[in-house]
Nanobody
Framework: QVQVVESGGGLVQPGESLRLSCTVS??????????IGWFRQAPGKEREGISCSASTDSDRIYAPSVQGRFTLSRDINEDTVYLQMDNLKPDDTATYYC?????????????????WGRGTHVTVSA
């Protein structure tokens, strides 16, 4: 069973940076491809897909709301994914979730992912 754990949330001021981490474990060695996505949900709003990565480094997708400010990267073993968030804005305040799917593709939609973490909270406030 795939397990997903996020970390790195916190309170920052507008314009500052934060890096979230997501570690995925429990998938079998036969699961060669692992797509990992980041989502966020602000109070009273729907969950929003913000970034997604398939197994290959070239397969990264960003939502327009974070394009140019957020960067998704994967470690060499590809079981840990980082979301570098720069120039944070108050609108970025939300609970951030990491999700995984055994797939060689990446679709930035929550229905695509079957394994989810519990989330880490990010607050951007002066």
């Amino acid at each position: 069973q795939v397990q997903v754990v996020e970390s790195g949330g916190g309170l920052v001021q507008p314009g500052e940076s934060l890096r979230l981490s997501c570690t995925v474990s429990g998938y079998t060695s036969a699961s060669k491809y692992l797509a990992i996505g980041w989502f966020r949900q602000a109070p009273g709003k729907e969950r929003e897909g913000i970034s997604c990565s398939a197994s290959t480094d070239s397969d990264r997708i960003y939502a327009p709301s974070v394009q140019g400010r957020f960067t998704l990267s994967r470690d060499i073993n590809e079981d840990t994914v980082y979301l570098q968030m720069d120039n944070l804005k108050p609108d970025d305040t939300a609970t951030y979730y990491c999700a995984a799917a055994v797939s060689g593709l990446c679709v930035l939609h929550q229905n695509f992912f079957g394994s989810w973490g519990r989330g880490t909270h990010v607050t951007v406030s002066a």
